[in-house]
Nanobody, 124 residues
């Protein structure tokens, strides 16, 4: 069992930056591939990016590639989402997720555990 808690969301102006954190409970954080998703009202949860167990590889959706960076610190049981050059269309609730799988995990249904989400609002 893994519990995930996101933090770092808030209100930022267009072009600004935010860094989200996702802290995981338990001692086996390093066996989980991690991902970030986002969701706006009335829409499905959208894949943002993912990172492998060791942090050696990352993958991003086209909408955030070049602006967002995922990293992890397995010693701290934490995964991060650094968001730069934010746009109003990045406004959403952001969720981190854990998958007991190897490699990059892009499918929402492959994730086993989810955080409660943190709101990110980008003003025009």
């Amino acid at each position: 069992q893994v519990q995930l808690v996101e933090s770092g969301g808030g209100l930022v102006q267009t072009g600004g930056s935010l860094r989200l954190s996702c802290a995981a409970s338990g001692r086996t954080f390093s066996v989980y591939a991690m991902g970030w998703f986002r969701q706006t009202p009335g829409k499905e949860r959208e894949f943002v990016g993912a990172i492998t167990r060791t942090g050696g590889s990352t993958y991003y959706s086209d909408s955030v590639k070049g602006r967002f960076t995922i990293s992890r610190d397995n010693a701290k049981n934490t995964v991060y989402l650094e968001m730069n050059s934010l746009k109003p269309e990045d406004t959403a609730v952001y969720f981190c997720a854990a998958a007991r799988m190897n490699g990059i995990v892009r499918r929402r249904d492959d994730y086993d555990y989810w955080g409660q989400g943190t709101q990110v609002t980008v003003s025009p």
